[in-house]
Every structure is written in structure tokens, then in C-alpha cells.
């Protein structure tokens, strides 16, 4: 048998960091692709050469991390850093193959040299016991800042807090936001800021039409700016999104072995995305053993598929024992490929969807982990934010996607009104509709936004990014979030 020689291996890492050579890096690949609005932060992060940590990007398949990452080399050329000290490897790459990550650092001259440089492993959950090698690289060149990727959350973020204790700073890069899309498909001067963080959309029924699109293919980059992938999304996000998470990604780590019954239990969660479920139910309607039911569950959230929310009880304190919670799609665009795309008088499949998308533009708040619906016998509302170091809950807020609360107010926000009058300390709620949007009106004397999901969905997405901007700009918290639903 032949063996792979240095030169098949030096000729691929040439092919995959072209500014090795490149003149210009205005005429590289990813230099002219948009960036996300993600990206002003993680540079911040990656970039700050005065700090010995590793940075590692998590997030799902196809939100843009290889692009990121690419777009980080491009960054760290404008900033005078030499092409020849910057690499980029991807880890699943079949010629690098049992390659120590150390490989690598010794492919860079200057790094051996003791100049700064910046290297970027891409898929680094490939490597076994990637968070060993990663952290002894860290320690034996601090002039070199590493960045490593990867698609599966949990496995990557235990290890890297287990193994990389003050030598790893995490960064989650969610599915792409309903705002990300709404600019990347060029309407981005419907929406217009009137506040801090409140926004007005003077055509609420074409940012609806918008919205509908973004439900059904948006939460991927690649779909805006091809029409393949849009008139296809059954092809690129079941196949090359869900298929290989579920057959490849998840088996591979957690040494699966009935990945057709993950993939049937999955297919079951996706379906009823938005309702209330239980792991007793749920073993029930699936056939599935209840352990394995809880375990799955683990492993689906660990690689950004799903969405677990818990809930609490009408004095808005979780439950001793969890029976019952919600699971929604992490990127809603997931049922669409899996099954059929919505359509505009899909009124009861939106309104569960929505939930879905609002979530998703979460998933990167500095509060998300404090989100969670609340239920007792006769009443639901659907979001509340809890605060664990007070115990007790300051916003609250529904999602809906109808225009009744125009003609039956007492009707509409009943449950809200309820949940707002057992809880005097809650500061504000909201309540979203089809196409309303009033002015705050007053429910059990806390003020309430009423706004269309669609704009409340861009909304969320949007502020999001703009904290988790500002957190990593300043290297502290902010609780803005914590402040308005």
C-alpha cells in the first residue's frame, strides 16, 4: 500500500490557505462574501494576541464557521500580519489523518520562530482528545493564537471547560438571524430602529412574506444567496445538514449504534416542534425506552438541532422532578426539508414555527439560559425570563401569531394577565400578533409591547448580536436582556 507522502500533504495545505501566496487579499475566496453579524465580536475575541487562550467557535452545521474562520485570515492580513503566519486545517480533511495538531505549528516557520501568528483548526471534534493536544499547544507557543471550530456543541464545550480550564474562551454561532436575513436578502431598510432596541416596520405584510421565506430555508447563509438551495431545501439541508449530523457527527461521538432509531426519535421531535412533551410521552408515541429517549435528547441539543425549554409553575419555580417540557427546532428551517414548507394560511404550523425561530434568535442571548415557558392546570404563557440568583421571574410574554387580540383583548391575554397579577415584581411583557402593532398598552399595571412576530422575531435576533457584541467587547456581562423581553 501506498503511503500519503509530505508533498500530498504540503500541496493541500497550500491549496487550502491561499495567502500564502496571494498579492492581494481583496481576490480570496470568502473576501467579498458578507460578513455575519457575528463576526465584529469573535474577531475581537480571536484577534487579541495579548491573551494566551484559544478560541473555539461552536455552532451547527452550514451557519458560516468555515467562512468565519476564512474571513478571520483575511482580517488578520489587513491587520499586517504575514499570510505566510497564518494556517488554516481542516481536521476531517482524509490526508490529515492521525496528524498530531502539532503537525501543524511546525508547517509555519515564523511560529517555530517565535513570531505571532495565527493558526485555525477547523472540525477539530474529528481529533481524538482534541482538547489535550489544543491545550499543550497553548502552552508551549504562547506567540501563536490558536482558533479551532466545530459542530458539535456539548461534547466541544464540556471538554473545553473540563481540559481547557483558562485556556479556552468559547464563542456559539447560532443559525443565521431572522435580521441577518432580512439584510442579506437586501430589505434591510423596511426595518427602521426608533429607540434603542425597538424597531418599526412600516410594511409589516411584506416583512411577514419575508418571514415565511426565512421559516422555510433562512436560517442557513448559503440558501440567501443561492436559488438552488431555496427551490431545493429537502436536498441541501436533509442531506448535507440533518443526514449527516444524524449518521455521521452524532454516531461518531457518542458511539451511537441505532442511529435509525435516533433519526426516527428526532423526526418525532421535529414534527411536533413547539408542544408541550414529556420523556414518558414521548417514549410512548415513539416506542422508544424512556433512558434512551433522555439521552437522545442530550445528544440532539449537543448538536444544534433541537432546543430544550423547561418550565415553571404559575409562581414561576421549576418543577423538583422535570416531566414536562417543550423542544423546538434550533433552526426551523429543519421542518421545511424534513416534511413540507409552510404556507401563509398554515395559521396553527406558523404560530408553532414562530416559537421555533423566536427561540433561535435566543440561543446567543446572554439570558437564554433563564428562558422558560410557564403551566399550570388551566393556563400557559410562553416565555418567561427567571432570574436563578433571585428566584423569581421579571418579564414574561406571548407568542402568537393572530390579529385577535385587536377585537378580544380580555380573551387573548388572559393567561398573561394571570401570570402578571400572582407576580407584582415583574417589570414589563410582551404579546405578539399576525400584523397588529399598538402602542404599550397597560396589562395588570406593567407595561406591554404588542408587536408582529415577525417584527419582535427580527427584533430579539438583532439585540442579541448587539449584546453579545458588547459583552465581548467589554469583557463583562450586560444585562440589558434582562431588562425587556
Known amino acids: 500500500m501506498l503511503q500519503i507522502s509530505r508533498d500530498d500533504i504540503d500541496a493541500r495545505l497550500a491549496l487550502d490557505n491561499p495567502w500564502w501566496d496571494a498579492d492581494d487579499p481583496s481576490r480570496l475566496p470568502t473576501a467579498n462574501l458578507p460578513k455575519r453579524v457575528y463576526f465584529d465580536p469573535f474577531q475581537k475575541l480571536a484577534l487579541n494576541l495579548q491573551v494566551r487562550r484559544a478560541v473555539i467557535l461552536l455552532g451547527p452545521r452550514r451557519v458560516g464557521k468555515t467562512v468565519m474562520i476564512r474571513q478571520l485570515a483575511l482580517q488578520a492580513l489587513k491587520s499586517g500580519m504575514p499570510g505566510a503566519n497564518i494556517l488554516y486545517a481542516s481536521i476531517d480533511t482524509p490526508l490529515y489523518s492521525n496528524l ?110 419575508i418571514f415565511i421565506d426565512y421559516l422555510n430555508y433562512g436560517g442557513y447563509p448559503e440558501a440567501v444567496f443561492n436559488e438552488e438551495v431555496r427551490s431545493n431545501p429537502d436536498r441541501f439541508i436533509r442531506s448535507d445538514i440533518v443526514e449527516k449530523v444524524l449518521l455521521n457527527d452524532l454516531p461518531s461521538l457518542y458511539g451511537i449504534n441505532d442511529i435509525q432509531e435516533l433519526k426516527k426519535l428526532f423526526m418525532f421531535l421535529a414534527y411536533n416542534a413547539g408542544h408541550e412533551a414529556s420523556y414518558e410521552g414521548i417514549s410512548q408515541e415513539s416506542g422508544i425506552s424512556k433512558s434512551i429517549v433522555r439521552t ?145 398598552i ?28 458588547r459583552f465581548h467587547s467589554a469583557g463583562m456581562d450586560d444585562d440589558d436582556d434582562e431588562q425587556e423581553g
Not at 520562530?113 to 482538547?131: N, P, R, S, T, V
Not at 479556552?168 to 429607540?195: A, C, I, K, M, N
Not at 396553527?348 to 422558560?372: D, K
Open 442 to 469: 397597560m396589562i395588570e399595571g406593567r407595561k406591554t409591547y404588542v408587536v408582529p412576530t415577525s417584527l419582535y422575531c427580527y427584533t430579539v435576533g438583532r439585540n442579541a448580536a448587539l449584546s453579545t457584541t
Open 100 to 209: 498530531p495538531l502539532s503537525f501543524f505549528v511546525e508547517a509555519v516557520p515564523p511560529a517555530m520562530e517565535g513570531e505571532q501568528c495565527l493558526i485555525m483548526f477547523d472540525e477539530i471534534q474529528y481529533l481524538k482528545d482534541w482538547q489535550t493536544h489544543l491545550k499543550d499547544l497553548v502552552d508551549t507557543y504562547p506567540n501563536v493564537r490558536f482558533v479551532a471550530s466545530g459542530s458539535a456543541a456539548a461534547a466541544l464545550k464540556l471538554r473545553s471547560q473540563e481540559s481547557g480550564a483558562g485556556r479556552f474562551s468559547d464563542f456559539v454561532l447560532p443559525p443565521l438571524t431572522f435580521s441577518e436575513y432580512v439584510e442579506f436578502s437586501g430589505h434591510g431598510d423596511l426595518v427602521v430602529e426608533v429607540q434603542k432596541g425597538r424597531y418599526l416596520c412600516p410594511e409589516i405584510d411584506k416583512l411577514n412574506s
Open 296 to 440: 437522545y435528547i442530550e445528544y440532539l441539543e449537543s448538536a444544534f438541532l433541537i432546543i430544550k425549554l423547561r418550565t415553571v409553575n404559575e409562581s414561576c419555580r421549576s418543577m423538583q422532578r422535570e416531566r414536562n417540557f417543550k423542544v423546538y427546532l434550533s433552526n426551523p428551517s429543519m421542518r421545511a426539508a424534513l416534511f413540507s414548507a409552510v404556507k401563509s394560511d398554515d395559521h396553527s404550523l406558523i404560530g408553532h414555527l414562530a416559537e421555533s425561530a423566536v427561540f433561535s434568535q435566543w440561543q446567543h442571548s446572554l439570558s437564554f439560559s433563564n428562558l422558560r415557558y410557564a403551566r399550570w392546570r388551566n393556563g400557559e404563557v410562553d416565555v418567561v425570563y427567571v432570574s436563578e440568583a433571585e428566584q423569581k421571574a421579571l418579564w414574561a410574554g406571548e407568542i402568537k401569531w393572530s390579529d385577535r387580540i385587536g377585537s378580544k383583548p380580555d380573551g387573548e391575554t388572559r393567561n398573561l394577565r394571570y401570570l402578571l397579577a400572582r407576580h407584582p415584581k415583574l417589570k414589563n411583557a410582551f404579546f405578539t400578533t399576525k400584523s397588529l402593532q399598538l402602542p404599550d
